[in-house]
């Protein structure tokens, strides 16, 4: 139990192209998604958190209009990176929390989606 | 956030068990003690967490020092598949479950 997906696992884009990525709960409802940045050798960044039904919360220093989050149903959010640009390339990664669950403070994570901004 | 300290990396021998320390002096009454680890090029997968007592899982087991200054992350027989950064992350029950993820330790494992 407690899966996450993400699509694409992979995608190529040309600069000032917007790519979507998808994050799905698969087998449980998820009120609160998060979603994480990781580039090369480095750790995990969190960008936003996502309520199902209300706006997104930033961290600090994440332009709200270049990442689009939506939440718009338990088992799904999404992040659209708007007008893409090569130092946008990085390892993007979702998770969500189970509500109601046995452990409702545990994250699980997807299986994270590669940008390359050419 | 409240902080927590890791040693870079560490090595282990296949088979044998792994302590991987964490400190985090500055934790306070409300913050669940995390672990999570990351293989190469994957999201990180929950490990185990706890408050103030011991804790075992199927997975590891976490050991908390009775002021919860620091924990431990036991590995009772470490296998090639438990090489992984590892993660120890302090959780405040008031921000809406967020993680904060330092840099964790990188262990690996040899045959």
């Known amino acids: 139990g407690a899966v996450v997906s993400q699509h694409p696992s992979r995608v190529i884009c040309k600069s000032g192209t917007s790519v979507k990525i998808e994050c799905r709960s698969l087998d449980f409802q998820a009120t609160t998604m998060f979603w994480y940045r990781q580039f090369p050798k480095q750790s995990l960044m969190l960008m936003a958190t996502?309520?199902?039904?209300?706006?997104?919360?930033?961290e600090q220093g994440v332009e709200k209009d270049k990442f689009l989050i939506n939440h718009a149903s338990l088992t799904l959010s999404t992040l659209t990176v708007t007008s893409a640009h090569p130092e946008d390339s990085s390892f993007y990664i979702c998770s969500a929390s189970d509500v109601g669950g046995e452990y409702t403070d545990t994250q699980y994570f997807g299986p994270g989606t590669r940008l390359t901004v050419l | 956030d409240a902080k927590t300290t890791q040693p870079n990396s560490m090595e282990s021998n296949e088979e044998e068990p792994v302590h991987l320390p964490c400190n985090h002096s500055t934790i306070s009454g409300t913050d669940y003690i995390h672990w999570y680890r990351q293989l190469p090029s994957q999201g990180p997968e929950y490990v185990i967490h706890g408050l103030t007592s011991n804790v075992n899982n199927r997975m590891a087991s976490l050991a908390i020092a009775e002021d919860r200054k620091s924990s431990t992350l036991i590995l009772h027989r470490a296998t090639l598949r438990d090489a992984a950064v590892y993660y120890c992350i302090l959780q405040r029950y008031n921000q809406g479950g967020k993680l904060i993820f330092g840099q964790g330790t990188e262990l690996s494992v040899k045959p």
């Open positions: 996502s309520n199902e039904g209300s706006k997104a919360t930033y």
